[in-house]
């Protein structure tokens, strides 16, 4: 699969050309073209109209790309004037340090920015928005004509926002060019001149802001059909399985979530990454127990404080974290499937190989997982193998939940379209799903209804019928119709 | 003929193989050099002086499956059998109920251990480097430093000294607690779990197993059977010292790694374990029996004990690095040979 398909991207000094795009839409694979963390295998790149070939993350540097990324890179141990100074100067192993010079310097940076930092406090006693600073800061010193910033405003608050968007501003003003990376699109519309939308690797047109509207924005972003290749919903959902209300969890940033989930039915999660549909399913399956609210399992109330408490009660989750949490890739697929059911399978704790061996053959035969036989280590499976294995581990609980976390996550086309099938099927079977995905065609072909969350909230649910790219992408980034909270 | 071949490389590569050759070697090379070696006598002092390392590394092979590591078995080898003496000889208590209490106290050890692991969440190393400094100084400070318990009844020194049915008491003690820790590694859930939080302790939690319950059981098991192995080790010496079974962590912990246990925690037999404390066993004893060499103008058996420091370290080394070797032999192998068809595993 190829990340990027011939993006055409196009800079101009004293502008800043806002990026926009759905999760995997290819925006971070362009900064690290950009920056040279990732060599293209096609195309050029020019600086200042000279073509780069082979750019490499220092070339870049010396050339006057900066990147400001959310995360800042800087080290914490160390004060803010002798981060700027390692940023600018590479120093020498054995180079004299020039405290006085380099906290001038420091100090001269901070203030062109409007920065109310010591050159002389410890990073590690910053704020996120004063780190973000001081690595604007660092940009500015080392003469970046070209500065990369990737959603700066994810960890702001209001106030911090303002003075951010007055820097860059500031900016603008003194000749740079800024790339924009940002979910929000009225941050968008407050500070960017031109607007690229990247969809699926492409890029689908680079216009001035202020000849597009938001919902032109949106369908820039989504704008596809779904396709009819998803297995089509049977029949009436049964009863009630999983009730939430008012469900939240202080810790993980989970508020005041409404949902019901029936026997029978696939209820989708979008969002955008970070939203908090892990975070919701953490809470579901006791990994972080919830703290506020009420959940009920076929009308029982109860609280789950532990994932044993929550198999016990007959819910599954297929961790989205496969390699890490889903499957063992050192053990083998059979120790696997049975890895949830030690107790119900092991009476007495003591291992039956055969009673092992063929519950994983019928789940291998079940759902056509390839592998040379139930002995086989999980690692040496395909993806998509892997994923069947860690849907049979669940299966094998006979859950009457399933909370699967984005199913079809680096899995191939093929094996994508089979795990809907089986997702289908165990629906049809009477159990219930909730399904998280970031893949909006899948949320939207898959699902009987689609809960759109943002901010930890569920900030919409609506039937499939009335579920369309363009409502979901604009609930899930707070513009447009929904205004408010309306969970159902 | 291919698939033969293909199977002989692949036990050529197993590491209990190349270990298996290492203790052929060695009981070659010191029944020709050493005198008596092989003798009934010297076999059965093999086991009798090193079956306490045996008790220990059996128990410390769930521990390091599970991703940790005890190095406080050793003090606290020495820490019971202290309180056994003190319980015996001071408080004229029988030595089966003094026994019974020490092993409550190894017990009692691991638990501290298993607690400061899994409730405050700190890295096992630290926590036994720790409780390896206050078991030893416990054992010292109930000591006054030198003093010493001996003169046992002649009842319970035969437990360190007599024979059962042709073989010294202590060895059935050991086999019977390798049969068991071999059914709980790889015949119950709990073995197959030490695994999973070895390979993934989160993935382990997600699928429901109850990890930090069953590193606690790993860690309170080591500390139950230190308890055991100090009583067996006060009646084979006849005396309860402070110093009892120092550096004892260090020779189970080198026997499990060199029986092919992952000290990252997930891969590792039993059956390994008896064959790496059988390579140090053999290596400890032997050299002592070499008295007609010498190096540096010394009898080896008068310096046997420094000796075998070196070489022990030298065959955990060379038996890994050999693996290694052998590992990548059969996979250049195996690549040469099928070629033509890359994936014969794979079956739709």
């Not at chain 1, 009660?313 to 989205?320: D, H, N, R």
């Not at chain 1, 159990?431 to 899948?442: C, G, H, N, Q, T």
């Not at chain 2, 003690?173 to 820790?181: E, L, N, Q, T």
Request: aromatic share 6%; charged share 20%.
């Amino acid at each position: 699969m190829r990340a990027l398909k011939g993006v055409s991207f196009e800079l101009v000094p004293g502008e800043v050309h806002a990026l926009l795009g759905e999760n995997g839409a290819g925006k971070s694979t362009l900064i690290k073209v950009i920056t040279g963390a990732h060599q293209p295998d096609g195309g050029t790149l020019e600086v200042g109209g000279v073509e780069v070939p082979g750019l490499s993350p220092s070339r870049a540097r010396e050339l006057g790309i900066a990147c400001i990324y959310q995360q800042p890179a800087l080290f914490p141990d160390l004060t803010v004037a002798e981060n700027i100074g390692l940023r600018l100067k590479k120093p020498g192993l054995f180079s004299r340090v020039r405290w006085a010079g380099q906290r001038g310097r420091a100090a001269e940076l901070l203030k062109r920015i409007g920065a109310e930092i010591s050159p002389d406090a410890e990073v590690r006693s910053l704020s996120m928005p004063e780190q973000q600073l001081v690595e604007i800061a660092c940009a500015l010193g080392s003469g970046a004509r070209i500065v990369i910033m990737d959603e700066p405003t994810a960890s702001l608050t209001q106030k911090e926002q303002h003075l951010l968007f007055a820097v860059v501003r500031d900016l603008r003003a003194s000749g740079v060019g800024v790339v924009y990376i940002s979910h929000r699109l009225e941050e968008i519309f407050a500070l960017a001149d031109r607007v690229t939308v990247l969809r699926d690797g492409e890029s689908v047109g680079t216009n001035p802001v202020n000849d597009l509207t938001e919902s032109q924005m949106i369908q820039l972003m989504v704008g596809r059909e779904v396709s009819a290749l998803y297995p089509p919903a049977e029949g009436e959902p049964g009863e009630v399985v999983l009730s939430l209300e008012n469900v939240g969890c202080s810790g993980s940033g989970v508020r005041g979530v409404n949902l019901e989930v029936r026997a029978g039915e696939i209820v989708g999660l979008a969002g955008l990454v970070g939203a908090g549909r892990t975070e919701l399913a953490r809470v579901l399956f006791g990994i972080t127990p919830g703290d506020e609210g009420t959940m009920r399992l076929l009308g029982e109330r109860v609280a789950i404080s532990d994932p044993r408490e929550a198999i016990s009660l007959g819910i599954a989750y297929v961790p989205e974290d496969r390699r890490k949490h889903g499957v063992i890739l050192e053990m083998p697929i059979a120790h696997n499937m049975t890895m949830a059911i030690h107790r119900k399978l092991f009476r007495g704790g003591m291992l039956r190989f055969g009673a092992e061996e063929s519950l994983a053959v019928n789940f291998i035969r079940d759902l056509g997982i390839k592998a040379w036989g139930p002995a086989a280590p999980g690692g040496s499976l395909s993806g998509g193998n892997q994923q069947k294995v860690s849907v049979a581990r669940w299966l094998a609980t006979k859950p009457k939940l399933l909370i699967l976390d984005e199913p079809t996550q680096g899995v191939d086309v093929g094996a994508k379209s089979e795990i809907h099938r089986i997702i289908r099927g165990l629906a049809k079977e009477g159990l219930a799903v909730l399904m998280i995905s970031s893949d909006l065609p899948e949320v939207l072909g898959m699902s009987d209804r689609v809960g759109v969350m943002r901010g930890g909230e569920l900030v919409k649910v609506m039937e499939r019928s009335e579920a369309d790219a363009a409502t979901v992408m604009a609930a899930a980034l707070g513009t447009g119709g929904t205004s408010g909270k309306e969970a159902a | 003929m291919t698939a033969t071949r293909g199977k002989f490389t692949q036990i050529v590569a197993r590491h209990e193989s190349v270990l298996l050759l290492v203790i052929v070697f060695e009981v070659v090379l010191f029944s020709m050099l050493g005198r008596n070696f092989l003798s009934e006598s010297n076999v059965s002092n093999i086991f009798r002086h090193s079956v306490e390392i045996g008790l220990l590394a059996l128990v410390m092979t769930p521990v390091i499956l599970t991703g940790g590591i005890d190095l406080s078995v050793g003090s606290l080898v020495g820490l019971c059998a202290v309180v056994f003496g003190i319980l015996v000889k001071e408080s004229g208590m029988s030595p089966l109920a003094a026994g019974m209490i020490a092993v409550a106290l190894g017990t009692f050890g691991g638990a501290m251990n298993a607690g400061l692991i899994t409730r405050l969440k700190l890295p096992p190393l630290i926590v036994t480097l720790g409780t390896f400094s206050l078991f030893r100084g416990l054992a010292e400070a109930f000591t006054k430093g030198s003093e010493s318990y001996s003169g046992f009844s002649d009842s319970f020194l035969a437990l360190g000294n007599g024979s059962v049915a042709g073989l010294p008491t202590q060895l059935w003690i050991f086999f019977a607690v390798a049969a068991g820790v071999w059914v709980l590694v790889h015949r119950t859930t709990l073995g197959r779990s030490f695994r999973a939080i070895g390979y993934a302790p989160e993935g382990a939690r997600y699928a429901g197993i109850p990890v930090e319950r069953n590193i606690s059981l790993a860690y309170v098991l080591s500390g139950a059977v230190a308890g055991l192995a100090a009583v067996i080790l006060v009646a084979r010496l006849g005396e309860a010292r402070a110093n009892a079974g120092v550096g004892y962590e260090l020779l189970a912990i080198t026997a499990v790694v060199l029986g092919g246990t992952s000290i990252f925690g997930g891969s590792g037999t039993i059956a390994g374990t008896l064959l790496g404390y059988l390579a140090v066993a053999l290596l400890n004893n032997g050299l002592g029996r070499i008295i007609s060499y010498k190096i540096f103008d010394q009898p080896v058996s008068s310096v046997a004990r420094e000796l075998s420091g070196m070489l022990t370290g030298l065959l955990l080394l060379g038996a890994l690095a050999a693996t290694v070797l052998a590992k990548s032999l059969a996979t250049r192998r195996a690549r040469a040979q099928t070629s033509p068809n890359p994936k014969p595993q794979t079956n739709p």
